[in-house]
C-alpha cells in the first residue's frame, strides 16, 4: 500500500479584513471556512481584501513533539502535537490566522484540541477550524492536534495568517503564505513485541515489551500523563486516580513506534 501521510499547511491571505475586521475570528463571525481548502470560500489577498502588503509577514509552522518539545518531521497515529502558527512580521501592530486539517477526499483529518491564548475551536458545516478568537498583539498562535489512525493516508493542513495595523479597515496590512509538509511515521516494531494488557486494573497498565523503548500514556483528553523508559520484558506501570474512558498509549524503540488505544474502566 502506497504510504504516503502528509501534511501540509497553507496560509493564504484570508484573513484580511475577513479576519481582523472581525477580531473574533471569520469562522465565529461569519460561520465562513476562508482557509484556503477545498471548497472553502476565497482568501483574501493583496489584490483584493487587502491592498497594502506590509509589514513583510514571514509564517512559520511547527508541529510540535510534546514530549521532546522539539519539530517533528513524522507523526505518530493517534499521538498528540502542539500546533505552533508564527505570523513573523516588522512593526504589525496585531496578527490572526484560520486552519483547518482535511484528508485529500476533503473529511476532517485528526481533532484539534486545547486551544491556546488568543485561539478557538470551531465548525463551518461540519469542517473542523482552529482560529483566533481576538486579534492578538503576539504573532504565535497555539493549539493541540491529535493525529488521525494509521492507514489514513494524507493530512493537509491549510491555513491563512496576517500581519495587520489594527485599524478597523482592510488596508495597510500584509499576509504570507507558507506550506509544512509531515509524513507519517512507519510502524517498524511488529505488535506482538509490545502488548498492552486490555483494560486498566486498579489503576495498574500491565504491559510487555520485546524491545526496551519509551512508553507514553495519554488521558482521554489529549494529555500527557506518563513517559517512561522500560527494558525489554513485563512491567506495570502506576496510573492511579484516572478518569474512565479511553486512553492511547504509545510505544517507541529506536526509529520506529506504534501506538495503541486502552480502555480505563
Not at 489512525?149 to 495568517?161: H, L
Not at 510487555?208 to 522500560?230: C, K, M, T, W
Request: proline share 4%; hydrophobic share 35%.
Amino acid at each position: 500500500m502506497k504510504n504516503r501521510s502528509t501534511l501540509v499547511v497553507v496560509f493564504a491571505a484570508t484573513l484580511a479584513p475577513i479576519l481582523m475586521s472581525h477580531h473574533d475570528g471569520v469562522a465565529e463571525h461569519q460561520n465562513k471556512d476562508r482557509t484556503g481548502a477545498p471548497g472553502s470560500q476565497n482568501p483574501c489577498n493583496n489584490t483584493s481584501c487587502h491592498t497594502a502588503g506590509a509589514f513583510d509577514p514571514q509564517l512559520e509552522i511547527e508541529v510540535i513533539d510534546l514530549l521532546t518539545e522539539t519539530s517533528i518531521t513524522e507523526y505518530l497515529p493517534g499521538q498528540t502535537y502542539q500546533l505552533r502558527f508564527t505570523v513573523n512580521s516588522t512593526g504589525a501592530a496585531v496578527h490572526g490566522f484560520q486552519a483547518t486539517a482535511l484528508f485529500d477526499n476533503t473529511e476532517n483529518a485528526g481533532t484539534f484540541q486545547n486551544p491556546g491564548d488568543f485561539v478557538q475551536l470551531e465548525d463551518v458545516g461540519g469542517r473542523h477550524i482552529i482560529e483566533h478568537s481576538d486579534k492578538n498583539p503576539s504573532p504565535v498562535f497555539l493549539g493541540e492536534w491529535v493525529a488521525p489512525e494509521s492507514g489514513n493516508g494524507d493530512v493537509i493542513f491549510y491555513a491563512s495568517g496576517l500581519a495587520a495595523n489594527d485599524s478597523g479597515t482592510d488596508s495597510g496590512d500584509g499576509y504570507d503564505g507558507a506550506t509544512l509538509t509531515i509524513s507519517e511515521a512507519a510502524v517498524g516494531i511488529q505488535e506482538s513485541k509490545l502488548e498492552f494488557s486490555s483494560r486498566l486494573v486498579n489503576g495498574i497498565l500491565s504491559i510487555n515489551a520485546g524491545d526496551a523503548g519509551n512508553v507514553s500514556v495519554f488521558d482521554p483528553s489529549g494529555r500527557l500523563i506518563l513517559h517512561q523508559f522500560v527494558q525489554a520484558g513485563s512491567h506495570e506501570l502506576s496510573l492511579m486516580n484516572r478518569a474512565s474512558g479511553i486512553y492511547i498509549i504509545n510505544f517507541s524503540s529506536g526509529e520506529h513506534a506504534l501506538s495503541k488505544k486502552l480502555m480505563a474502566l
